[in-house]
């Protein structure tokens, strides 16, 4: 009985974790693309459908349905949250999100059939292998500038291998943020975006080499400036030089007549 109770909760808990993210918000906007149905609402979650061969699938959240079998630990997990947060944890422990550029705001409303047909492909892909043991590494891989594409060709040959794509993805990327600036802990944030080492060390190479140039050039400037008013001031200082040589010899002149 325990058991089956435990079955039911956690398949309630994972539908909640499904719906959470389309109920109780507005519809924004539908149309068809080559008889694809999508709808867009105003939390930005796409739902896609083609009659009976994708049924209302939310490209924003994925789910592995092996990992919805019992397993102890994760049944654990769910009944120790109080009940009206059950479907929070289950969300947590057994979704993902699906990484598209096709999916991005100022991408979605032109996306083609290919496009749709590669992020169900890649989700399909997704729901065999993301685990809640390898979920946090293939979240920041991608948000490291990794895809989820190699992740799965990573994780499809060596298991093991996925902590390990991490960590290089992490190691040869930096996360701006959305100043530009490296961010300390590497995590990205809404507006942050990813940039490669060696693209990240030429353009500050350049950076660099701009600045030197443009300093170069104020000095080159200011120096200039510098020079002018040197010249200014001296010119003006020897006219009051010969302007009072002249009076003094004026006035000489005068004495020596009387």
Known sequence: MKFIMAKNVLAMAVTGALLCCSVGVMAEESFNVDGYNITLYDNGIA????????????????????SIKPNPSITSAILAAPANTRHIVAQDLLTYPIYSDALKAENIRNIKAEDIKSIVDTKKSLEKIITPENKGDYIAAVNAGGTAEDFIKISNKTSGLSSLYKNVVEGQNFVLDSSGRIT?????????????????????????????VEVKSQGDSLRGEIGGVYRDARAHTDSQVTAVRDELKAEGDVCVVR
């Open 184 to 212: 300390a802990d590497g995590r990205a944030d809404g507006n942050a975006q990813t940039i490669p080492v060696k693209e990240f060390v030429v353009e500050l190479d350049n950076r660099t080499r701009n600045l030197g």
């Open 47 to 66: 739902i896609m459908s083609k009659g009976d061969e994708i049924h209302q699938i939310n490209t924003n959240i994925g789910v592995n349905t092996g």
